[in-house]
């Protein structure tokens, strides 16, 4: 039943993106050309694809080929008034007229060194006042969730699609969770994809866009006490069980994660993507008593209510690579692009 209403508007959601699609490459809609080579990292999934920790992937690429990135990005659900934009550096927040919120703009300041993350709807004029107020000129703009963003030009255009399953069949919004059809993906110039996807949907999605989908690895570094009680007083075991709190687009993955480090979850108390988790709202897993393990967005959204929670909270921090032959070929591309 619910398909009869579903199937006719994801027609129409695709409808509505392709003319919006059509209109920026015939040049109705015009985008805007920023002062230094621009990287487009997005995604054709409303998100839980782990666009976030490529972003920072792709940062400690740059610096490592001796860049200057600094990182754009709409910051949604951060709390900033229209018009406004916030800067982030070194895990401080620099700029803004109001107190901002950008879970994943926090994350990416606080694991990469020296690297800008400017936030702002519209990302434009964002980087024209960051570009009024700093000395150091970015050699490399990173665009975060771009894709979509056709209103700033990119030199290269990447999308990562995540962990691919059997049971993909690509349908766009309302029905599925695509915000474009799949044969968008052949505007891009890299496709990214988790190594543990399903193969034969590989083989599908790369025949179907006519050009081969690069492996990426996650991976984590175990879990890290954040709480005071964690820190202070860390018990001599946690023991096997676990609760888990989330607010992220797929918490599947994260709960795999924590399971292959050996521990059993009794419970997950899942919450919309971004959702700001205050006390009220987990009194039934506080109520357990067990330690309880969250995501780095989770933390960096409000970072000192974690801290001061009384109970043993911990985060997993985990990391997003390419495998090292497919490693190899993208910094090919990067070096292409800023010898230009």
């Not at 951060?78 to 620099?94: A, E, I, M, P, T």
């Not at 687009?249 to 050996?262: D, I, K, M, T, Y």
């Amino acid at each position: 039943m619910f398909s009869i209403f579903t199937t006719p508007l994801a027609w129409l959601y695709g409808c509505v993106v392709r003319l919006r699609n059509m209109a920026y490459d015939a040049g109705l809609l015009k985008s805007v050309t920023l002062n230094a080579p621009v990287i487009s990292i997005g995604n054709i999934a409303a998100g839980g694809t782990g666009k976030t920790p490529f972003t920072i992937y792709v940062c400690e690429l740059l610096q490592r080929l001796g860049q200057r990135p600094a990182i754009v990005t709409r910051g949604y659900r951060s709390g900033l008034r229209k018009g406004d934009s916030v800067v982030y550096l070194n895990g401080k927040q620099l700029t803004s007229a109001n107190q901002a919120y950008a879970d994943e703009a926090m994350l990416q300041s606080m694991k990469l060194k020296d690297v800008p993350v400017i936030v702002g709807a519209n990302r434009s004029e964002a980087v024209s006042r960051f570009l009024s107020t700093t000395k150091t000129q970015p050699t490399v703009w990173v665009l975060d969730d771009g894709f979509q963003h056709r209103r700033v030009k990119r030199d290269i255009d990447i999308v990562v699609l995540g962990e691919l399953s059997a049971e993909d069949d690509f349908s766009v919004l309302p029905k599925s969770t695509y915000r474009e059809p799949i044969a968008a993906l052949g505007r891009s110039h890299v496709v990214v994809v988790s190594d543990d996807s399903n193969q034969e949907t590989i083989h599908s999605v790369s025949s179907t866009v006519a050009k081969p989908l690069w492996l990426s690895h996650v991976f984590n570094d175990g879990l890290k006490p954040v709480s005071e009680k964690a820190q202070r007083n860390p018990p001599a075991d946690i023991g096997t069980h676990l609760a888990l709190i989330c607010a992220i687009a797929n918490p599947s993955r994260f709960e795999r994660s924590v399971e292959s480090l050996g521990y059993r979850i009794k419970t997950v108390k899942k919450f919309s993507d971004h959702l700001r988790i205050d006390k009220s709202m987990i009194a039934d897993v506080l109520a357990l008593n067990l330690p309880i393990v969250i995501t780095e967005k989770d933390y960096y959204r409000n970072s000192q209510f974690w801290i001061s929670l009384d109970a043993y909270v911990y985060t997993l921090p985990i990391h997003l690579k390419l495998i090292s032959q497919d490693e190899t070929k993208f910094l090919a591309v990067l070096t292409a692009l800023i010898s230009k």
